[in-house]
């Protein structure tokens, strides 16, 4: 098997990896506030992704198939891309949490 | 260039949302600004590594972009759209916040993480 064609999603599998601390060690209680979690992202996640397959259809950016499993989702959208949408937000949120917590404001 | 209007426009669009609507007043608060440092630092070691064009994960196409990048091959619009998609999902955190009163009070009980004296 091709490892450099799951490139992208081991990418977005460190990001995850990385900030996990974030939740457990600074106390984010991102991963434990689902409802609010989910709330949250669902209008970010469904605008980026309508703009990212705009944009792929568009051909402002396209994926190297090198790097990418060439798994596809409906509307052309790669598997990576709704991972990124996922993963990447909730790496922020995590962040302005922990932030919230070790700076004790809100 | 349209994604570089398109970038452009989703940043007005998501700081007018704040300004007009929302009102969480995330603008205001040191956290914002002190996460965001942190976020843009993570932001170009990753997005470094997708762009960069010696083995790219992501292939722009450089008539719809400005063609600037930096640091290394990230397009600059990647900037504005990181910042109105990771902008935009932390003020409707805030926002939300108001709607789970049972998520603030946990944070109440459970106290900072570095006490002040």
Not at chain 1, 39 to 54: G, L, R, S
Request: hydrophobic share 55%.
């Amino acid at each position: 098997m091709d490892v450099d064609r799951f490139q992208y999603l081991i990418v977005m599998g460190l990001c995850l990896l990385i900030t996990l601390p974030l939740e457990f060690l600074f106390g984010a209680r991102v991963w434990r506030r689902p409802r609010r979690l989910v709330a949250a992202m669902a209008i970010p996640v469904a605008i980026f992704v309508t703009w990212d397959i705009i944009a792929i259809s568009r051909d402002h950016w396209d994926f190297n198939p090198r790097y990418v499993t060439g798994w596809r989702l409906p509307f052309n959208l790669p598997v990576e891309e709704m991972t990124f949408f996922i993963v990447i937000p909730i790496c922020a949120l995590l962040t302005l949490e922990a932030v919230r917590r070790v700076l004790d404001r809100d | 260039m349209e994604y570089t209007w398109a970038s452009v426009v989703a940043c007005v669009i998501v700081i007018g949302v704040e300004l007009l609507w929302l009102k969480t007043g995330l603008f205001k608060k040191l956290t914002f600004y002190v996460s965001w440092a942190i976020i843009l630092f993570f932001m170009v070691l990753v997005d470094g590594w997708l762009t960069k064009l010696s083995a790219p994960i992501v292939l722009y196409n450089e008539e719809e972009s400005s063609g600037i990048r930096f640091p290394w091959d990230i397009p600059v619009e990647d900037y504005l759209f990181g910042f109105a998609l990771l902008t935009l999902t932390m003020l409707l955190w805030d926002h939300w916040a108001q709607r789970h009163p049972d998520d603030a009070a946990s944070r109440r009980t459970t106290g900072p993480l570095i006490r002040r004296r």
